[in-house]
């Protein structure tokens, strides 16, 4: 088989289980977004409501994902062996747009299971790393058989209006495909993609700027790496609102119940007793009457008139519906959405106010613990991509030291500003270097860091105390340095001897 046929394989394969995936992250995403079918309701009721509360929804699923992707901010990584962030790759990483696309890109995989990103040059002849990120409906990747780490390929594939689109990323090449859509083919039926991709085949595509087809891969590693939301050991990651949609489904149809029993309600349901049903005459054009008919009881009602003939004729009246029972179990259910995903109850329950600093700490205890997880295990993916830039970039002492490095997040714990400096004032106390504390005070922020201990030293040179102790250590260290110098060095046994010892020795001699 030619290595283009095996091209074209692969990219068969991929671009198969990425279709299989598509609905499922459309359904996640869709949730998210508040765009979720009115569930849990009888046939009935949707044929005389459905319609009615079919654009309404009342979405915590965005809660959920935003309350821990807001506290993930990568600052950066640490280098095996290095004291502080890199700030080289640090500039590549914010000079390529990843830095202002990472929360998207968290926010991505919290809500559709993964993410992806893709580390390439960025095409100015300078070696210069560029990351972006891709969506996991138009990105996948394939493991060898048997691993969860070693990538065997990888594809992004998505269309415009005329032409699908598909570049296949191996560790030798890059090939790059493209075919015509097909859209409305048979019948004027609308193919399935499965079935057009069957119908049209790839040809192959030279974008601007490549010089050759396929083209080599210089890295010898699939550039695309995985970024997976509670991955597991078997079977795939987990998206935050997988378990939230079924009680997102719920409280849309309490909301719906509510409203329709707030509707009748407005209008009090009443009843006549004892008396015959209204009616009023029927006229013919010469205003004879020439029948009757029921009254018609609503528009009777707007006109607030209505004639009751009969001794015994009264009015009785339902009772209207109780809504404080769809509103108590409501609360109560998003209660749960919070409990089961480890969200903060002040994200869900207006109800608490003026609540105490311990109280909120304990309060949040769930959602730092569920971030710090999620920063565990995208820790390896985000050095790979360090390690990809780095290898983009040619320096592969600095690829080996990331792939042991370190990888540093923000702090995710609310803390006020007088409870960060208090805990770093103790620091002091017990003996940490000034620039291990500044460096927790800026959250790791490279340049922060370094900005800030310039401003230090510049503080310290310029204190008059601090001037007088240097000054003292140098008349120290040179009044040292000349007491060195005059030791004769072919003093018995080699024993350096102050010029004092060495003049009584000649007096006694």
């Known amino acids: 088989m030619a290595p283009v046929d095996d091209a074209l394989a692969e990219v068969a394969k991929l671009e198969k289980e990425l279709s299989r995936r598509r609905d499922d992250i ?45 506290r993930l901010r990568l600052m950066g990584v640490r280098p095996r062996e290095a004291t502080k962030v890199d700030s080289q790759l640090r500039q590549w990483w914010e000079e390529s ?24 040059d960025d095409g100015d002849d300078e070696g210069v790393p560029e990351v972006t990120f891709e969506d996991p409906r138009q990105a996948i990747v394939c493991y060898e ?22 570049t296949l990323y191996t560790p030798d090449f890059v090939w790059k495909f493209q075919r015509q859509r ?134 009785g009246q339902w009772d209207s519906a109780n809504l404080d029972a769809f509103t108590g179990v409501i609360e109560k259910a998003a209660n749960h959405i919070g409990n089961q995903t480890k969200t903060p109850l002040y994200y869900f329950a207006s109800s608490i106010q003026n609540i105490s600093g311990d109280t909120l700490k304990a309060l949040d205890s769930g959602l730092v613990a569920k971030v710090g997880e999620r920063m565990e295990t995208s ?22 030291a990331v792939r042991g490095g370190t990888v540093i997040w923000a702090d995710h714990e609310v803390r006020s500003e007088a409870q960060k400096v208090d805990a770093l004032a103790k620091l002091k106390e017990i003996g940490f270097p000034f620039e291990y504390i ?11 860091l370094e900005r800030l201990m310039r401003m230090y030293k510049a503080q310290i040179r310029e204190d008059p105390l601090m001037m007088l102790a240097q000054r003292e250590k140098q008349l120290d260290r040179e009044a040292a340095q000349k007491g060195k110098d005059e030791v004769d060095p072919e003093d018995e046994g080699g024993e350096k001897k102050p010029p004092a010892k060495k003049k009584a020795e000649a007096d006694e001699q």
């Open 97 to 120: 747009g990843a830095a202002a696309d990472s929360p998207l890109a968290f926010g991505t995989m919290a809500t559709s299971r993964r993410v992806f990103a893709l580390v390439w």
């Open 438 to 448: 500044a460096e927790r005070y800026v959250g790791g922020d490279a340049d922060e």
């Open 182 to 315: 097909l859209g409305a083919a048979v019948g004027g039926l609308e193919l399935p993609e499965s079935t057009r991709a069957s119908l049209a085949g790839w040809q192959p595509r030279q974008a601007a700027g490549d010089d050759a087809w396929p083209i080599p891969n210089p890295l010898g590693v699939v550039p695309m790496v995985e970024i997976q939301n509670r991955p597991k050991l078997l079977g795939q990651p987990l998206s935050e609102i997988s378990g939230v949609i079924a009680m997102q489904d719920a409280i849309n149809a309490l909301w719906a119940y509510l409203f329709t029993a707030a509707d009748f309600a407005a209008l009090p349901q009443r009843v006549i007793l004892g008396a015959q049903l209204p009616k009023i005459p029927v006229l013919n054009e010469n205003g004879q009457k020439i029948g009757e008919k029921p009254l018609d009881l609503p528009d009777a009602n707007v006109k607030r008139i209505l004639n009751l003939e009969g001794p015994d004729a009264k009015i």
């Open 379 to 400: 820790d390896e993916a985000i050095r790979e991509i360090h390690r990809l830039m780095a290898l983009v970039a040619g320096d592969e002492t600095l690829a080996r």
């Open 145 to 166: 058989a048997g691993s969860r780490r070693k990538r065997r390929s990888a594809l992004k594939r998505w269309s415009d209006d005329e032409f699908d689109y598909a």
């Open 26 to 70: 459309q359904r996640h995403v869709d949730y998210y977004d508040g765009k979720q079918p009115l569930a849990f309701a009888s046939e009935q009721y949707r044929d005389w409501f459905g319609d009615q509360y079919s654009g309404f929804a009342d979405n915590w699923c965005a809660p959920v994902v935003d309350a821990m992707t807001e």
